[in-house]
């Protein structure tokens, strides 16, 4: 399955790439006992049905800064690999639902997005492909008939409206077993899906109504110093510090004390890591909601005193989440470099890597012509390039260097998949009795 079509991977642009040579080269060495650690996790704790990871490569450091249980961007995949997308949603729906024909796919409310009609309708192909009836149920209550929706790009959805009797829902004539949440929730939990008897993948609770990043960075802690004690490194390698704040209001400027002193603490606890490995670069934080995705809410900070100066653009700017929620919680996490850039340019790149069941199917760079090395490149202006699989994130090539294309896509595939498997135990404690 050549690609050697693609671009180029981004280049890694700086001096302070010995610590990651030295991970992938561990990472390469162990690929066996890693492989069976994570086969051991999953058999203990099922992965979620399908996830996205934003991943921060800055040479010495490697890490998953976002972790997206509803993700979109399918379109933006190697179309070359859609059997290996189709191949892992077979496997996901037999593990979850196994007498499963049909699936309800509940997308985003937000159909006037182009890309999104793209990601929804490259999603649905995928499930079509593996044998399943796919109907796209929308909770928009404008959405009384079934609508077709057309991209400017020619594809094409139909939205049907969700009817309920008793503990079941249909989507155009579809009674189906599994419902597949495409629909982060950061607007609530829709009533209409509560207490369904039907299984609902993934769960409502690991929406952004209920869930929060400082939990799942959390429990990645904890599952990045278990890997890291079983291929004897650094957890910190991979693992981004944080830190968090809740009952903050920025218009009323409540909580600013508890966040500069976190950003203060955090930024002195970076710094150690920075002197005990020689990196001269200045440590930095990004704050961002506690909840939510669409890059909404995330600032970069080097110091407390940038915290307590925020003008009331900065601080209106902090305030509301997709779907106009209000930001009340906080997590500061270190912020972590991207030295990787992409084109004559040199426009700053981060890895995305997409995941359906416990398998990597695929993902693509992140680039941003107008952000520096240590902005969030989820913005406005950003455009998304695929990776250029030699084979895939799980296959890598030990005759080649440590930073050649399929040794680095499996360096990424592991730390996404640890990131996963954090939120496959948030799953799993949400779902305990």
């Known amino acids: 399955m ?6 180029t991977v981004p280049h890694l642009t700086t001096a302070l790439s010995g610590p990651l040579l030295a991970l992938e080269s561990v990472l390469l060495d162990k690929q066996g006992p890693i492989e069976a650690w994570l086969r051991r996790q999953w058999l203990s704790t099922p992965a979620p049905f399908y996830g996205s990871v934003d991943l921060r490569n800055a040479g010495f450091k490697l890490a998953p800064v976002d972790t997206n249980l509803f993700p979109a961007g399918f379109n933006n995949l190697n179309n070359d690999f859609m059997p290996l997308c189709v191949q892992a949603a077979q496997s996901a729906v ?8 049909g699936i309800a796919l509940i997308p985003e409310n937000h159909t006037r997005n182009v890309s999104y009609i793209e990601s929804l309708a490259t999603l649905a192909e995928i499930l079509n492909h593996a044998g399943f009836d796919v109907r796209i149920g929308s909770l928009n209550p404008d959405i009384t008939v079934p609508t077709e929706i057309t991209s400017d790009r020619g594809r094409s959805i139909t939205l049907h409206p969700i009817t309920r009797e008793a503990d079941k829902i249909s989507i155009g004539g579809l009674t189906p077993c599994l419902i597949l949440l495409n629909n982060d929730l950061s607007a609530g939990r829709p009533p209409i899906l509560e207490g369904l008897k039907q299984t609902l993948a993934p769960p409502l609770s690991l ?3 209920d869930r929060l990043k400082s939990q799942h960075f959390a429990m990645y802690r904890k599952i990045a110093g278990e890997f890291a004690t079983q291929i004897d490194i650094d957890p910190w390698l991979i693992d981004p510090l944080f830190r968090e704040c809740g009952e903050i209001n920025f218009m009323k400027r409540e909580g600013e004390d508890c966040l500069a002193r976190n950003v203060e603490a955090l930024i002195d606890n970076i710094q150690k890591k920075y002197n005990e490995y020689g990196i001269d670069q200045p440590p930095f934080v990004i704050v961002k909601a506690d909840a939510g995705t669409y890059g909404m809410g995330v600032m970069t900070v080097r110091s407390a005193d940038e915290v307590l100066s925020l003008n009331r653009k900065q601080r209106t700017k902090m305030s509301y989440a997709k779907e106009g929620g209000a930001v009340t919680r906080t ?3 270190e912020g972590v ?13 981060e890895p995305v890597i997409y995941m359906i069941d416990n398998s990597v199917v695929g993902g693509f760079y992140r680039v941003h012509t107008d952000r520096r090395t240590d902005e969030n490149l989820n913005a406005p202006g950003m455009h998304f390039e695929p990776l250029a699989f030699a084979k895939s994130c799980i296959q890598p090539d030990k005759t080649r260097a440590p930073d050649a294309e399929p040794n680095r896509f499996y360096a990424y595939g592991v730390i996404a998949r640890l990131a996963l498997l954090a939120a496959a135990r948030e799953i799993a404690f949400e779902e305990k009795p």
């Open 337 to 349: 470099y991207t030295f990787e850039t992409w084109g004559g340019n040199s426009s700053i790149a």
């Open 207 to 209: 929406g952004w109504s």
């Open 2 to 7: 050549a690609v050697e079509h693609l671009s």
């Open 331 to 333: 997590i500061m996490q």
């Open 94 to 101: 037999e593990r979850v639902c196994p007498k499963a024909t």
